[in-house]
């Protein structure tokens, strides 16, 4: 397995957007869902949003309307659309696999929202 790698982050205003990308260096993406997580200061690390191999999604209620996950199979590479951006939003945020218990992690790339 390959270490994904996650780009995009940086330093934002309130209100602003960013797009986060996840590369991988083999093919996986094509044939496994892929989700991704973040960890904010004080919580635990938790699902921000998740992709299947068909194609659905799903996004947690703390970012529904304001984030979008999707995937280009063509370049094995998942992204994180986020939109309207708030401070709680501030954070690390990484892509796994999300039922391979074993999958590796990502360095992250981390997002700040500036208030």
């Known amino acids: 397995q390959v270490q994904p790698v996650e780009s995009g982050g940086g330093l934002v205003q309130v209100g602003g957007s960013l797009r986060l990308s996840c590369a991988a260096g083999?093919?996986?993406?094509?044939?496994?869902?892929m989700a991704w997580y973040r960890q904010t200061p004080g919580n635990e690390r938790e699902l921000v949003a998740l992709?299947?191999?068909?194609?659905?999604?799903h996004v947690a209620d703390s970012v529904l309307g304001r984030f979008a996950i999707s995937r280009d199979n063509a370049k094995n590479t998942i992204y994180l659309q986020m939109n309207d951006l708030k401070p709680d939003d501030t954070g690390v945020y990484y892509c796994?696999?999300?039922?391979?218990?074993?999958?590796?992690w990502g360095r992250g790339t981390l997002v700040t929202v500036s208030s």
């Open positions: 796994k696999n999300p039922f391979v218990t074993t999958a590796p």
């Open positions: 083999g093919s996986f993406l094509d044939i496994n869902a």
């Open positions: 992709i299947g191999t068909g194609g659905h999604t």
